[in-house]
Structures are given as C-alpha cells and as structure tokens.
C-alpha cells in the first residue's frame, strides 16, 4: 500500500494538530510543583476514547511528588488491531518546566505566529504529542485494517526524572512485552533524526565534615569549606581534563558532549542559606549570620558517562580522589551517598522501530534521517532499565535547544510532517516492522 490517502489526510488536519498543540499548551503543566496533571491527561484520555481506544489513568500512589494537592496523574490509552501483531506505543510526557523570565508571547496563551506555536511545552513536548495523536487518528479514519495495537500515553514528571510517570507504569509492565513491542518518545530532537539512546548519568552528594569553632579564630576550628575548596581544585584541574579526552563512538549531539563530563550541581557550606540586606539607612537588616567555622559541606555532584565507561568505574574514579586526600590533607574527612545513576541506553540501528521511522522519514521527507544520541537521559532509561524493552527511539518534531528557554515554538510544518511519519511507521511496525 502506498499510502497517498493517509499522507493527504494528514496534511488536511493542519488545524486540527495546532488546536491540540494549542490546548495542551494551555494546561499548565509546570513540574515542579506538578501542577494541572489531572486536567491534561483527562483532556488526551477524553479525547482518545471517543475514538475507541480504552483509556486508563494512573495515579502514582506513593511515588515520589504523589500528593492530593499535586496528583501524579497518568493516561494510557490503547487501540486494539484486528488480530495477532505487535504494539506501538507512543510515549509523551505532560509536564513542562517553569515559564521562566524573558518571555515575548504569552507563555501557555499558545499564539500561532508565522507558522509556528508558541508557548511553554510547545516543542517539549506537547507538539510531539499531538502529532503522534492525530498520526494515530489518522490511521484509524482512513479505515486501514492493522494487526497488533496502537498505545499512546501522556506520562508526568520528565523533567524530574520520571520517576511517578514510566517509571512507574514500567514498573506495572506498560512498558514491557508481551504487551508494548516497540516505543517512539516524541521528544524535539527534530524532523528528520532519530535519537537511539542516552548517555549515563551518576547523581551524588559528597559531604566534607570539619570543626565547629568561633569565626573571628578559624584557627581553633576547622572548615568543612576549605576542604570541599581542596576536592573541587582536584575535580577542576585533574578530573575535568581527563575526563574531556575520554571520547564516546555514539553520536551524541551536540558534539561537544561526545566525551565525559561534570558538572557541579550545588554547593552548600556552614550555616542556612539567607539573604543579606541593607535598609534605606544602610544598617544591616533580617538575620545577620553568627561567626562560627563551617562543619559541614555539601556539594551535589551531575556526572555524566559515556557509554565506553562503567559506572562502577565511574564511581571509584571519584571516591579515588576522596580519598587520596583523606591519606594527604590533615583532617580530611568526607562521606558520599549515591543520589540516582541509569547507565547509557543505545537502541540497535538495526532494530524494527529503527528502521520503520528511517524509512518513513525517507518517504515523506524525502531525504535519510541522522541518528544522534543524547546527551541527557529522558524517559527510555525506565523503559530499557525496567520494561526491559531495548526498542525504543525518540523522534518528534521540534528543536532541541529551544526546550526550557523563553519564546519556546515548534513549527507547524514539522508538526504535520512528523504526524506523517509517526503514522507510516506505526502502521509497518503493527506488522513486525
Ligand atoms: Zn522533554
């Protein structure tokens, strides 16, 4: 079958791709705190099952954010085909980040200017979901018979780590044979490539310990600061450049990430964080800080590792240089607790669902897709780590590096082109891809 019909039809539901686009937008769906996630995810399960998909939420009772202020609420909804075949899920999550300053359109107001939607989670990713919304409405009001079934869920908590979203519903097996067989995640890596998998990451906090003692004679005490200060010199001037020539073979994009790195997530030394101020007469004003030597320092380290490396090894890199100076600085003393870590994910470019979307970006774009890797991890590690399913992609439209910033879009074009794709894949991967 070539198709055309489907192609055509999709090209009609223009309107209908920026109105989803445009409502979705308008719940504001910011994490943290996690607001307005019932709202959305009834919208998409209303809408779904007035087509006939059977529409289950999901509350994340008891997962991390779960409260009844801020319900962790997700959608999954299902098309059963017509016989034995495989099933197509296509994954989005619902949450945004903040709007954040710096905005020249309404932030969830979901203007269309100049071919294109703004607004806050219109290419992260409520664009990608309404394509892959309307591809599967598409599928079913052409009439084309197909064995297997469609999915599609609308998942929370992304851009915390995903933790009450598929992390979740992979626990319960929603991302797991014999029922899922292939994932497409429309996030904004762009029209024409196809992100295989992630690089790992590593979340840890290191905590140096000192002696309390009173400020204006330091040399009584000492600081937990000075000795985080001598561990962060090491990460800075030993760490980091060894870590910049550790290059990966994946093709993570922007290229600049093909290696390691570090980053320094927080820092936090001696006593509450406040704020200092002066009054109008230029007289100290709130709490004023008491002189004590800092005892206690925290630093939350984000490490990102390249699929070449292990995370053990990883890991002992680390504690290696705590504790070389523990054996050479008087009084070093640290601990260190794991945060989080999910090894690097990479889907085999020879996979079903590989394929079927490079071969559907062939056709309606008329040109071979790249494949990138990416590198922050998004929701495959659930699917990979506990759905234990090694066939999922992200593919959606949009760009990347527009996602969290100000005057957030996704054009029009690319939300249209990317529902095409979206649907031919779906329709060949029913059958095994
Ligand atoms: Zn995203």
Sequence with gaps: MNHDSLL???????????A???????????????????ACARLLGERLKKRGFAVEYLRAVGAPGDRDSHPRVNVVARYEGQGAGECVHFNSHIDVVEAGPGWTTEPFGGQVKDGKVYGRGSCDMKGGLAASVIACEAILEEGLPFPGALEI?????????????????????????????????PEPLGVDRICLGHRGVWWSEVETSGRIAHGSMPFLGDSAINHMSAF?????????????????SEPVEPPGARVSTL?????????????????AMGRPSGDLPAPVVAHSCRAVLDRRFIAEESLDSVKAEIIAMLDELQRTRPGFQYGIKDIMSFVPTATPRDAPVVLATAQAIARVLGREPSYISSPGTYDQKHIVRTGKLNACIAYGPGILDLAHQPDEYVGIAELVDSAKIMALAALKLTRGG
């Design 263 to 279: 980053n320094i997530n927080s820092i936090h030394g001696g006593q509450v964080e406040q704020h200092f101020s002066t009054d």
């Design 232 to 248: 962060i010199h090491l990460l800075e001037t030993e760490l980091q450049p060894r870590l910049a020539g550790r290059r990966t």
């Design 20 to 38: 989803l686009t445009q409502d979705l937008i308008r719940i504001p769906t910011v994490n943290p705190p996690g607001d307005a996630y019932e």
């Design 153 to 185: 869920s609308g998942t929370v908590d992304e851009e915390s780590g995903g933790f009450s979203g598929v992390g979740y519903l992979a626990e319960r097996g929603y991302f797991s044979r014999p029922r899922v067989h292939h994932v497409i995640i």
């Design 8 to 18: 055509q039809r999709i090209t009609a539901k223009r309107d209908e791709v920026v």
